[in-house]
């Protein structure tokens, strides 16, 4: 696998660390802010919101493109955005700064993927896409994490410092070992035929299936903070699916079961995700009960102690 493939992966681990971060450092933006976490969770969804617009328009937009200086051109921007928003601690601007991230990182996941299979040869795609996305994979279980320790000792500006750190990283290394110039090895894109994708109903199924999945992990993650306190097993339930998920797909695709495959491997991920979900519920309530009735029978035992931890 050639060297370029890993450092694409490096971009969306960067990337990808700012998309899911929140769900760490949501607590810490709402007390600084001064607004309630419910409002601050606003932010997740100006997050949604950039990838729903920049993905059609920041695709078509870079159609024509060499695909390192738009690959560049959208670290850069998500870089600048990043750095804007820890500099000026608004809510306000804090959300324009999402949305803006947003637009650049879904603008670099399209470029990124596609070139990532024209770097490759068609035996390998499905290996190549893998391992890009795998980065994504990676945030969510080292990334968030290390992104929420500088933020309880520095505040949350140091998560967002940190990913900027990371994306210039990748940026730079990228600059170097990317090759310049339009691709010619493949069929050029045309915006008639891009326009004329979504008539294929199959495609829209694809759609559907990627809506759903990722409406689930803006639902989800931004309430891992907060259920961590009470139930930290709900919060790390997912990742070990999430880690597994991308590689998975990857070798289905390489041996020849195709999209439906992965689709099949995403249903039993998410089968095994509300599993654990619903196991750890089930513990936690008889955690709560049996704290109670050892709370019941301190009481009675020991009535005197009650009456004094009660005042």
């Known amino acids: ?3 370029v493939i890993y450092v694409l992966g490096l971009g969306f681990f960067a990337q990808g ?6 769900s760490g450092v949501l607590p810490s933006v709402a007390h600084d802010l001064d607004v309630p976490v419910s409002s601050a969770g606003q932010l997740v969804s100006a997050f949604a919101i950039g990838m729903f617009i920049g993905a059609p328009l920041l695709g078509l937009a870079t159609l024509k493109m060499p695909r390192r ?15 804007a928003a820890a500099l000026v601690p608004n809510f306000g601007f804090l959300l324009v700064m999402r949305v803006v991230s947003a637009m650049a990182y879904d603008g670099f996941w399209a470029v990124a993927s596609v070139a990532a299979i024209s770097l490759v040869v068609s035996a390998k795609r499905g290996r190549a896409i893998s391992v890009v996305v795998s980065g994504l994979s990676v945030a969510t279980i080292i990334g968030v994490p290390a992104g929420t320790l500088p933020a309880q000792h520095a505040g949350w500006q140091a998560a967002f410092w940190a990913v900027s750190l990371i994306t210039a990283l990748s940026a730079v290394v990228l600059l170097i070992v990317l090759p310049g110039g339009r691709d010619t090895t493949s069929a050029q894109p045309h915006l008639g035929t891009e326009l004329r994708s979504p008539r294929v109903p199959r495609l829209w199924v694809a759609y559907a299936t990627t809506a759903l999945s990722v409406a689930t992990d803006f639902a989800i993650f931004p309430t891992f903070a907060p259920s961590s306190r009470t139930s930290p097993a709900s919060a790390t339930a997912s990742y070990p699916c999430i880690a597994a998920a991308p590689v998975v797909s990857g070798l289905v695709i390489n041996t020849g079961l195709g999209l439906a495959g992965t689709a099949w491997i995403g249903a039993a991920f998410a089968v095994t995700a509300m599993g654990s979900t619903l196991l750890d519920r089930r513990l936690t309530r008889r955690h709560r009960t049996f704290t109670l009735e ?6 009675t035992l020991n009535p005197q102690q009650a009456a004094a931890a009660t005042h």
């Open 294 to 299: 050892a709370g019941l029978l301190t009481a």
């Open 69 to 83: 200086a738009a690959l560049i051109g959208f670290q850069l921007v998500f870089i600048a955005a990043h750095v």
């Open 17 to 22: 660390t700012s998309e899911f971060m929140f």
């Open 1 to 3: 696998m050639p060297f």
